[in-house]
């Protein structure tokens, strides 16, 4: 999204403007509360905002910092600081100068994850420019988007460029670009979703959904960014007949990368974990399934299992968490 110049920080939002959409709570309810406790865990703890989803969490810790900020000025004009240990730091009334001196620039959003194709599975890309809360007097601005559809081994299969309008939508069926697997296989790839602002605007719903269809159920998930996050610890019950686990590896970088795969049992101590490596090329992919060795799960049926996913190198990787029925007509998918 576009990046804001520093703001009239002596206007308000209106009193009946929506802070949360979750709890409904209004900028005039948040105003009263700030002045009441002048603790943002507090406002939260009392009004149950921010709690349930990270947008109204972020939209209130925007609209809590507008009073603090508005408590130092008056008319327009900075108040007299009376405590100098409220006084912006330096460095940071630096950044606020430059801020309000450098042109917008638009910020790229970037998002990624696994395409499955196979027989009876259909995966779609659904982006919607929609205004945040769908209020027509905070339009959101036109999107430059561009999509890559990656093999497995991080071969371009398709690429799409579209600029979307206010309310357009983008719905493509990105498994259909991926080779055809052969029969009860399942090919693999992903797709990365790039964003840019063509204007200045509000933040909109622009966060690109994925949408799984198999034969007897449908699921779907929020793309997210790349990280470089070392660790990433997932639990979920052994129960090899009733469910098969997966595990989405994405490489974004421009080297191989090692995953291990880790998995500790929360079973008795002669139990001794599993251990798998799974090598992803530059810009691939892998979907890797749980299929620890006898016998290190024999007789552990519905035991908590907590797996360890890990990666060497620098640079972006992303980890997606898949839970299938064991014949593949019902999918269930989140990212770690």
């Known amino acids: 999204m576009a990046k804001p110049r520093t703001a009239d920080r002596s206007a308000s939002p209106a009193a009946d403007q929506i802070v949360c959409a979750c709890k409904n709570l209004t ?17 939260m703890e009392r009004s149950g905002a921010g709690q349930e989803c990270t947008a109204c969490l972020l939209d209130l810790e925007y609209y809590f910092g507008l009073q603090e900020v508005g408590a130092g000025w008056q008319d327009g004009k900075r108040a007299p600081n009376i405590n100098r240990a409220d006084s912006p730091k330096l460095r940071h009334r630096i950044f606020a100068l430059l801020d309000s001196l450098s ?15 196979c027989e009876g599975i259909s ?52 498994s259909d670009f991926l080779p055809k697997p ?13 964003r840019r602002a063509v204007s200045p605007g509000y933040r909109g719903t622009m966060r690109p959904q994925t949408l799984l269809e198999a034969r007897n159920g449908t699921c779907a998930v929020h793309l997210q960014a790349s990280s470089k996050v070392g660790d990433i610890w997932l639990n979920f019950l052994h129960r090899p007949k ?15 990368l090692e995953f291990n795969l880790n998995y500790q049992y929360d079973a008795d101590e002669a139990v001794q974990p599993a251990m798998e490596t799974v090598k992803v090329p530059p810009l691939g992919c892998r979907l890797h399934e749980y299929r620890p060795a006898l016998e290190n799960v024999e007789g552990l049926d519905d035991t908590l299992t907590r797996a360890k996913v890990s990666a060497g190198g620098r640079g972006g990787r992303k980890v997606y968490f898949l839970c299938a029925s064991p014949d593949l007509d019902r999918f269930s998918i989140d990212h770690a």
């Open 27 to 43: 900028y005039g309810a948040l105003s009263e509360l700030a002045a009441s406790t002048g603790s943002f865990g507090e406002v």
């Open 123 to 174: 995966q779609h890309l659904i982006i919607a420019n929609h205004s945040l809360l769908f209020d027509e007097k905070r339009s959101t601005p036109d999107m430059s988007v561009r999509v890559d559809v990656r093999d497995q081994d991080g071969m371009l299969c398709h690429r799409e460029e579209s600029v979307l309008g206010v309310d357009d939508r983008m719905d493509l069926c990105i």
């Open 182 to 194: 052969a029969t009860g296989e399942i090919s693999v790839g992903s797709v990365v979703v790039e």
């Open 103 to 117: 042109p917008l620039s638009p910020q790229r959003l970037r998002d990624l994850g696994p395409i499955l194709r």
């Open 242 to 256: 009733d469910e098969r686990m997966f595990f989405g590896l994405i490489n974004d970088t421009a080297a191989e």
